[in-house]
């Protein structure tokens, strides 16, 4: 009987695995490569996750909780539209680009039928949609979705194109609007 798993080297490969996803993406991703990222051998892998889905469900967990604690460290200002505008700071930083990419890639798996992904997906979006209704004056199902359709368009436009400064006017022209219209 071999023996059983380490605890604590398990959980330093995901926390490795995770930073590797989120510097390199998923797209692509193989077991031999990450593991010699890692410095183990892929057997190892095998080993503490059992398969590459179970790693990459679990890196995919991970990921997302550290998205939550950098989304979650928001400043809680009284002034919405100051905490709608520190949260576009937040999502359109360097920092995050990484989590939107990995969450991108998520959905778009999710898009070709992989009901893993598809899982994952809905409850990052269901994380999401949290955060925006914790952001509106009046918040309705709806208008979350709304919200949280065009934050995400305006995220995808600016980091494909990398047009700063037209996706920064469209932003403001989004928080204007939603402020006339009492939701912010």
Known sequence: MGRPPNPEARAALLHQ???????????????RPL????GVSARLLLYHF?????????VLAAVAAQQQTLLG????GTDPLARFDALWARLTSPEFMPFLRSLLEVELRAMDGDGAYRQFARGTMQAWLGLVTAHLAAPTPAAANFVLA????????????????RTQLAFEALRD????????
């Open 150 to 165: 065009a934050l995400t368009g305006l995220l995808l436009d600016r980091f494909s194109t990398r047009d700063d400064e």
């Open 177 to 184: 609007a939603l402020h006339t219209g009492g939701l912010l």
């Open 35 to 38: 593991a010699a990222a890692l």
């Open 50 to 58: 059992g398969s590459k889905e179970h790693l990459v469900t679990e």
């Open 17 to 31: 695995a995770a930073a590797y996803v989120l510097q390199h993406g998923l797209n692509g991703l193989s077991l």
């Open 73 to 76: 460290s928001l400043e809680a």
